[in-house]
Nanobody, 127 residues
Framework: QVQLVESGGGLVQAGGSLLLSCAAS????????MGWFRQAPGKEREFVAA????????HYADSAKGRFTVARDNVKNTVYLQMNNLKPEDTAVYYC????????????????????WGQGTQVTVSS
């Protein structure tokens, strides 16, 4: 069973950048499309970005387009979320997740299509 561990969260000023990482414990990670989600206080968890199992295809929420970049390194069993030009409304707990099936195209926004989840990392953007 794949275990996912996020890191890289923290406190940053508006306009700043953070690089989130999600390390998988199992080599089977390389055959699963991955997603990033976030949940702000009092709000539902929402989709941020996804990447195909091979890394060739990515998909972003409108709020992330042009500012966030998702990437993966299947040799290191790690997926990344580079976040630039951060805004206070980006403040949330960020989660990585792996799809429940193999060889996905990385275009799924529904959290229920992701089976494995990390524990989350807090991102706080001050104004």
């Amino acid at each position: 069973q794949v275990q996912l561990v996020e890191s890289g969260g923290g406190l940053v000023q508006a306009g700043g950048s953070l690089l989130l990482s999600c390390a998988a414990s199992d080599r089977t990670f390389s055959s699963h499309a991955m997603g990033w989600f976030r949940q702000a206080p009092g709000k539902e968890r929402e989709f941020v970005a996804a990447i195909s199992w091979s890394g060739d295809s990515t998909h972003y929420a409108d709020s992330a387009k042009g500012r966030f970049t998702v990437a993966r390194d299947n040799v290191k069993n790690t997926v990344y979320l580079q976040m630039n030009n951060l805004k206070p409304e980006d403040t949330a707990v960020y989660y990585c997740a792996a799809e429940d099936t193999s060889y996905g195209l990385g275009n799924r926004e529904n959290e229920y299509e992701y089976y494995y989840w990390g524990q989350g990392t807090q991102v706080t953007v001050s104004s």
